[in-house]
Every structure is written in structure tokens, then in C-alpha cells.
């Protein structure tokens, strides 16, 4: 039996094939690096493991973009502040989010042209769902489409 036989594998595998035909994602079988110069997006929320992973899946997967995630709670100020400079925006899950990365690095957004963003899922979120809960993830997907086109 190999690795692909086992049950755990395929069901993980259908849901997969599942979450990418419901969100529209192309599927690909071949190595599919960012085109030269994609935009680079930092996805922050309290730990970095379920909202600000959710939103970065779509991010490189639907949208192409080149996406990273970071916790306010389990990264230090070193390293927020080395992603902050890589990205060219950044986006949080939650408004008092917003009000702390300004107040860690407020040099930062003095003359920024509008490349922080809220993608406001709210804390209880971090809870009770995982990052690839479809539901959590059409949600992220309408709130990025009106971010990159102004509508859903």
C-alpha cells in the first residue's frame, strides 16, 4: 500500500479537489512559481494559524500573489518588523489588529500609500474553525475580491 492508497490521504485529498473547484482555483499538476515582480503580502492576525493562513492560501493560490503570515502574538517585533519591510502590503483579520501594528511601527505607515488592510473575520473565528474550512474561505474570497477589485 503506498502513500496515496490511504484513506486518511484520499479524503484530505477530495476535500481539496472540493475547496478548489467551489473557489474557482486553478489546478495545476506542474511547479508554478510567482511571476517576476508578484506583489508580496503580509497576512497578520493574533497567531498566525488559522485567519491569516486561510487568507494566504487564496492569496498564492487563487490570486498569485506571494504571500507570507505572521502572529502579533508569536513572532517578536524583529521579525514583524523583517516581513513588514519584504512586503509591499499587508493585511490584518481584526480592526484593533490594525491600531497595533501602527503603534509597533508607526514610521512605517507615516507615508504609506494605503497598503495596510483589514480583512475584518472577527477573533472568534481563530477558535472554531481551521484555515481550510470552505465556509471561512468564500467568506476571504469575497472580501479579496472587493480589496483587489473594489467589488465582489
Avoid at 484520499?10 to 510567482?34: G, V, Y
Avoid at 494559524?49 to 513572532?75: D, H
Wanted: with cysteine; glycine share 4%.
Amino acid at each position: 500500500m503506498n502513500a496515496h492508497d490511504d484513506p486518511d490521504f484520499l479524503t484530505h485529498k477530495n476535500e481539496w479537489l472540493r475547496i478548489f473547484q467551489e473557489l474557482n482555483i486553478p489546478q495545476s499538476t506542474d511547479f508554478n512559481p510567482n511571476p517576476p515582480g508578484a506583489e508580496r503580502i503580509l497576512v497578520i492576525c493574533r497567531g498566525g494559524n488559522t485567519r491569516s493562513v486561510a487568507v494566504a492560501m487564496l492569496l498564492k493560490y487563487k490570486y498569485m500573489k506571494n504571500a507570507l503570515t505572521a502572529s502579533l502574538e508569536k513572532n517578536d517585533k524583529f521579525t514583524l518588523e523583517m516581513l513588514l519591510r519584504w512586503s509591499n502590503r499587508v493585511i490584518v483579520t481584526e480592526i484593533h489588529h490594525e491600531k497595533i501594528i501602527v503603534g509597533m511601527f508607526p514610521h512605517r505607515w507615516l507615508y504609506s500609500n494605503n497598503n495596510l488592510h483589514l480583512i475584518d473575520l472577527g477573533e472568534h473565528r481563530r477558535l472554531i474553525t481551521h484555515p481550510y474550512d470552505l465556509t471561512l474561505l468564500k467568506e476571504i474570497d469575497l472580501k479579496l475580491q472587493e480589496l483587489f477589485n473594489g467589488k465582489p
